[in-house]
């Protein structure tokens, strides 16, 4: 299992001519793009954590029927000073480097409540984000790297703390219809006043500005205050409706004081994180229009969810599904030292991931009586109890166990839906399967096949769209068998049947998150 975890990916970053077995459709033309950890050793040193790796970005090019496969590791600052000091000597989340030459940490630590930030890392492994026509690699620090989508080259570090007081952002934004970035970071410098910002980066400058940068025009929405000071929420993603935002906050905390102290008392920052049992986790639901919290406070009981799947709002209610897990062993199992060749009884699921359904009621009768169920909606188990302080208590509907990296028909993004993509997962943080979930019947299609491990199901709409699932599923397949060759999926969102694959003889790397470029959206200018 370390092949696959723990062992550094080579790159490739010159195309290579996949084999194609079966039919790709004509109109599949396009890049998909994604990202995710290809290194965990640096000369003698190793990461601890599989989300620490240096970010290796991937692609398969669809062209004229054939596909072709690039990979290159990011050229971050981080890869950089690793490479050349031959030793990991920029922290990530999961591993404190001693001493870090490149930042001088350790003064800066210092002076961390008396609000100097030290340097974090630009190592952006987990997705791939679109302003205007750039793209570039996120992770949740206040960096991100612009990369040339087609080269995979890596171009401009951008600081998001430039355009907007975030110290963490999210690597999961949300696009409306004209493209525009909606995403939400966490401002934790400014002592007594943590709060959680969303904002807003236009798909467009001014003319006059072409060769600008649409982040200059950055606009701050709103912002939360936390509900703890000295305890922010980490969240990994949140919802959107037509008329609302939707920000979860978990009882999965932040400590800023260990923050402060972690370099000092030689822990990593993980270890800053802690996951609180006895709290609630909150539902906010944001008014776009107001810019404003709704007044009701809306809870359920402690949970840690990374991946929100949709969110939607229905005769009065806003209906928020998600991926939730009963504690945070989750992240625990992801450390390499629980990823090695003992891996089945290391890694036992002690929690498996869940997709839950949420309802929350919006208009309902203020006078209803302590303790009614303020859910209506005929199509769901899920219930709302009013509560004597005037709280309003949530309890799940489970559309699913043991999926996991979900996605959508993203043109249904915020509006009701029927069908979720998704790995799906056993005894282990090993993908088996991939899933297709119908949410109204709970009914599952799904694809396997021996010693393999898919990826993050993509969803393609066909440019004839009439049905939510018309369309095509990308999958990149890592093998466990040396004897098997990697491939590229294509399934046919509908069945679920193997469209066609193109196989690749290269050492494939497990990823995380990505998007599928359409030509029309790519610059060929750029090529
Ligand atoms: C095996 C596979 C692929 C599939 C199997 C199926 C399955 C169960 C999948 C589950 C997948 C999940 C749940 C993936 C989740 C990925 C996450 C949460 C990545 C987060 C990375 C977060 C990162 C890198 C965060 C880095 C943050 C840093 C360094 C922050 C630094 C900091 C800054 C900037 C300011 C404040 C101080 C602080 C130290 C916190
Ligand atoms: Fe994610």
């Given at each position: 299992m370390d092949v696959i975890f723990g062992r550094n990916k080579e790159e490739h970053p010159e195309p290579i001519k996949a084999e194609v077995k079966g039919e790709l459709p004509?109109?599949?033309?396009?890049?998909?793009?994604?990202?995710?950890?290809?290194?965990?050793?640096?000369?003698?040193?190793?990461?601890?954590?599989?989300?620490?790796?240096?970010?290796?970005?991937?692609?398969?090019?669809?062209k004229n029927g054939e596909v072709?496969?690039?990979?290159?590791?990011?050229?971050?600052?981080?890869?950089?000073?690793?490479?050349?000091?031959?030793?990991?000597?920029?922290?990530?989340?999961?591993?404190?480097?001693?001493?870090?030459?490149?930042?001088?940490?350790?003064?800066?630590?210092?002076?961390?409540?008396?609000?100097?930030?030290?340097?974090?890392?630009?190592?952006c492994l987990i997705n791939i984000m679109k302003t205007g026509e750039d793209y570039y690699a996120t992770s949740?620090?206040?960096?991100?790297?612009?990369?040339?989508?087609?080269?995979?080259?890596?171009?401009?570090?951008?600081?998001?703390?430039?355009?907007?007081?975030v110290n963490l952002a999210t690597s999961h934004p949300h696009y409306d219809s004209a493209g525009n970035v909606l995403n939400m970071g966490t401002s934790i410098v400014d002592k007594g006043k943590t709060k959680y910002v969303i904002f807003k980066i236009p798909s467009s400058v001014?003319?006059?500005?072409?060769?600008?940068?649409?982040?200059?025009?950055?606009?701050?929405?709103?912002?939360?205050?936390?509900?703890?000071?000295?305890?922010?929420?980490?969240?990994?993603?949140?919802?959107v409706t037509e008329n609302y935002i939707i920000f979860i906050e978990q009882p999965f905390k932040l400590d800023i004081l260990k923050l402060a102290t972690a370099y000092f008392r030689g822990v990593n920052w993980a270890s800053c994180l802690s996951f609180h049992k006895e709290d609630k986790t909150w539902i906010h639901l944001i008014d776009k229009k107001t810019k404003k919290d709704i007044s009701t406070k809306i809870y359920t009981d402690a949970m840690v969810l990374f991946h929100h799947v949709n969110a939607y709002e229905e005769d009065g209610h806003v209906v928020i599904d998600v991926i939730s897990y009963p504690d945070n062993s989750l992240y625990q199992m992801f450390y390499l030292k629980n990823l090695n060749e003992d891996l089945e009884k290391n890694t036992k699921l002690t929690s498996i991931p869940a997709c839950k359904r949420f309802v929350v009621p919006l208009g309902f009768d203020k006078d209803a009586e302590v303790g009614t169920n303020l859910v209506k909606l005929p199509s769901t188990t899920a219930t709302?109890?009013?509560?004597?302080?005037?709280?309003?208590?949530?309890?799940?509907?489970?559309?699913?166990?043991?999926?996991?990296?979900p996605r959508i028909n993203y043109d249904y993004n915020g509006k009701k839906y029927r069908y979720i993509y998704a790995t799906e997962v056993q005894w282990s943080p090993v993908p088996t399967k991939i899933a297709k979930v119908d949410v109204l019947t709970?009914?599952?299609?799904?694809?396997?096949?021996?010693?393999?491990?898919?990826?993050?199901?993509?969803?393609?709409?066909?440019?004839?769209?009439?049905?939510?699932?018309?369309?095509?599923?990308?999958?990149?397949?890592?093998?466990s068998d040396p004897r098997k060759a990697p491939f590229l999926l294509v399934l046919d969102a509908k069945t679920f049947t193997e469209m066609a694959r193109a196989t690749v003889n290269v050492d494939l790397h497990l990823d995380l998150h990505g998007v599928f470029i359409p030509e029309k959206d790519l610059n060929t200018e750029r090529e």
């Open positions: 004509s109109w599949l033309q396009g890049i998909l793009l994604r990202n995710g950890p290809g290194m965990h050793t640096v000369g003698e040193t190793k990461y601890n954590h599989w989300f620490d790796g240096l970010a290796l970005v991937h692609s398969f090019t669809f072709y496969y690039r990979s290159k590791y990011l050229r971050s600052d981080t890869y950089n000073c690793n490479i050349e000091a031959n030793r990991i000597v920029v922290s990530e989340f999961g591993t404190m480097a001693y001493p870090d030459p490149c930042k001088n940490l350790f003064a800066k630590a210092f002076c961390y409540l008396s609000h100097t930030i030290p340097e974090f890392t630009d190592n949740e620090t206040n960096f991100i790297r612009k990369i040339n989508p087609h080269t995979l080259e890596t171009l401009e570090k951008v600081d998001y703390n430039k355009y907007v007081a001014p003319e006059k500005e072409k060769k600008k940068s649409c982040l200059k025009h950055l606009e701050v929405l709103c912002s939360i205050p936390s509900q703890s000071l000295l305890h922010p929420s980490y969240y990994h993603s949140f919802g709302a109890l009013k509560e004597k302080d005037g709280n309003i208590y949530c309890q799940p509907e489970m559309l699913c166990e043991g999926i996991e990296l709970k009914k599952k299609l799904s694809w396997e096949e021996e010693h393999c491990w898919p990826a993050e199901p993509v969803f393609v709409p066909s440019p004839d769209l009439k049905e939510e699932d018309d369309g095509l599923i990308l999958s990149s397949i890592v093998t």
